[in-house]
């Protein structure tokens, strides 16, 4: 490490990067060009040189299941980020649905990165997007990448040769073990088994009936080269009693005498923090203690249109996301009830906005009739939330009114009029409804509310295959819900997604997983749809629920 220290600081290091980087941006290329790249095992820690710079041009990325989305976060703003991802025995996207989409995006003249984990010429599925894009006559290239085949035990602290326990190393797939020869395989001094977890014991069974010793060692290296990483050392005759009941995919194999070094040589782990070549070398890396969710997966449900800034705020604190639309927000069945209350707005005395989508949609309205802000000049306004606030801004409007808490309730607590008799309140709002208490407070103190549908709010037609993978393997550390409905429909996707499962409860996929609520009312959905809560922020905002997952891990973690 102090060497790749000496390296980065080195100003001929910056310069080549930067000409790597300036001849990649200032290329020109009439029919677009694909690179496929191999980002390395785990963390952006071990992505190329060549690997930035190629991320720092893309104009889209297809990405696999196994990267670390950090490395999204190095390309440009205006980037496609597309996930291909292949995981295990779970549902896929085909390699068929893959091929045509490199070409199509290569012939619109788009840079075009395939990022691939590890290495994508190890058994990385390359050969045949090579060929279809050989065939179409599309320009690429292929850069290599750091195999977890040989990072994973060098970070696990074992050799793969030595001068007198190994002078020899195979690399193999279990994907399909039943084609392998064992009789061979048996002889090897060393074997690292890629996509074995899951045939374990066919693999320790078939070695020793072909005569590998039963106390041959054998360590299994889960998630290698993640902050997350574990390691089970055994022997060929125990490590499935060891290992019995453990999620172990993903995971890297050694088996052979060269495991033994793992405990003689002791090497000290590296460090989790990122280690980035583009800092200037005056700019230290970032400490642990300053990015309390290293190493932490969270899951994040939101509308398929929502802004990215909570995911990329989750982000700088050291998080890997995984989002899944859990809302589709749309125009309401009808927009009678909205065009009749906006045509008369002289009525009412106030607007009232609970959300960002509210805002949206009945300005947009709003505009569609002819009219703009000046419509409005005889209406105060009360919004809940910053985020709603901001989007009304955007608008050219201030509220007149935002309660103290980020909640709908303390709206009616806390509401400027003195008397709430005789006065009219418009209330925009989603078209199933919600809400009910503010109404009810309102309506009990004299007002009339008039509630219309603005928009509506859908459950996607289904569960991503990716996030219900990801629950199975028990990689999310947490689940953030900003919004009842998102619980809602979190649940009913997760059901919905397991139905062919005989006899399993789908909140068996949680047990592992904290609950993260944005506010009291989210709470209670949680309570209501998937039995408990874990954490709620105190703050009723995005920011606010961000800091009760940091401050979580944070105690728990001195």
């Given at each position: 490490?102090l060497t ?26 009439p ?22 710079a190629l991320?720092?041009t ?22 496609i980020?597309?996930?291909a991802?292949?995981?295990g ?18 012939q619109?003249?788009?840079?075009v ?9 190890l ?5 045949s997007e ?18 977890s085949?040989?990072a994973?035990p ?7 040769t ?47 009936q ?15 080269g ?9 022997t ?17 194999l050694?088996i ?14 590296l ?5 980035s ?6 700019v ?11 190493g ?8 398929a249109?929502q ?15 995984l ?14 009830d909205?065009d ?15 959300s960002a ?9 709003l505009?569609h ?15 809940v939330?910053?985020?709603t ?14 309660p ?11 509401f400027?009029e003195?008397?709430l008799?005789?006065i009219r309140?418009l209330?925009p709002r ?8 503010l109404?009810?407070?309102l ?17 996607p ?60 009312q989210?709470?209670q ?15 009723y ?8 997952i ?7 973690n001195?």
């Amino acid at each position: 490490m102090l060497t790749m220290g000496i390296a980065i600081s080195s100003p001929l290091f910056f310069n080549s990067i930067r000409k790597l980087r300036n001849e990649y941006a200032t290329m020109t290329r009439p029919d677009g060009k694909v690179y496929i790249l191999g980002s390395g095992p785990g963390s952006v820690n071990f992505l190329t040189v060549a690997g930035e710079a190629l991320l720092s041009t893309a104009e889209v990325v297809i990405y696999d299941a196994l990267i670390d989305t950090t490395l999204l976060s190095l390309t440009p703003k205006t980037c496609i980020h597309i996930l291909a991802g292949k995981r295990g025995q779970g549902p896929s996207v085909s390699q068929a649905d893959i091929n045509p989409l490199l070409v199509h995006y290569c012939q619109q003249g788009k840079r075009v990165v395939r990022l691939k984990s590890g290495d994508p010429m190890l058994f990385g599925r390359s050969a045949s997007e090579v060929q279809a894009l050989q065939a179409a006559g599309c320009a690429f290239e292929v850069w290599p990448g750091l195999s977890s085949a040989l990072a994973a035990p060098v970070l696990a602290g074992i050799p793969l040769t030595d001068p007198d326990l190994s002078r020899s190393v195979t690399i193999l797939s279990a994907h399909e073990p039943s084609t392998l020869n064992w009789s061979v395989l048996a002889q090897c001094e060393t074997l690292v088994v890629l996509m074995g977890g899951r045939s374990l014991p066919i693999l320790t069974t078939m070695l020793q009936q072909h005569g590998k010793a039963a106390d041959t060692p054998v360590a299994v290296i889960r998630w290698g080269g993640w902050p997350q990483q574990q390691v089970w050392s055994a022997t060929l005759d125990t490590i499935v009693d060891q290992t019995q009941g453990e999620s172990l995919s993903p995971s890297v194999l050694v088996i052979g005498d060269v495991v033994r070094l793992r405990q003689t040589l002791n090497l000290p782990p590296l460090p989790t923090v990122r280690l980035s070549c583009t800092l200037p070398s005056s700019v230290a890396p970032m400490e642990q203690s300053a990015l309390p969710l290293q190493g932490r997966t969270v899951l994040v449900t939101r509308s398929a249109n929502q802004s990215e800034d909570f995911s990329r705020s989750l982000k700088a604190k050291g998080a890997t996301v995984l989002e899944m639309a859990a809302l589709e927000i749309g125009p309401p069945s009808s927009w009678s009830d909205l065009d009749a209350a906006l045509a008369d707005l002289s009525t009412f005395d106030w607007l009232i906005l609970t959300s960002a989508n509210g805002v949206q949609y009945t300005l947009e309205r709003l505009q569609h009739q002819g009219k703009d802000a000046r419509a409005l000049a005889g209406i105060k306004i009360a919004v809940v939330g910053r985020k709603t606030a901001a989007t009304l801004k955007q608008w050219g409007l201030i509220p007149d009114f935002i309660p103290p808490d980020y909640i709908a309730d303390a709206l009616v607590a806390h509401f400027p009029e003195p008397s709430l008799q005789g006065i009219r309140c418009l209330f925009p709002r989603v078209e199933s409804g919600g809400r009910e208490v503010l109404v009810q407070e309102l309506s009990a103190k004299g007002a009339t509310v008039v509630e219309v549908a603005a928009y509506q709010s859908q459950c996607p037609a289904q569960l991503n295959p990716q996030i219900l993978e990801a629950l199975q393997s028990q990689a999310i550390d947490v689940a953030t819900f900003a919004s009842s409905k998102t619980v809602q429909h979190f649940a009913q996707l997760l059901q919905q997604g397991t139905a062919d499962l005989p006899n399993f409860d789908w909140r068996t996929l949680l047990q592992s997983v904290k609950l993260a609520s944005i506010g009291p009312q989210t709470s209670q959905a949680c309570g209501q749809y998937l039995g408990r809560v874990d954490l709620e922020a105190q703050e009723y905002t995005l920011d606010g629920l961000i800091e009760a997952i940091a401050q979580a891990y944070t105690s728990a973690n001195p």
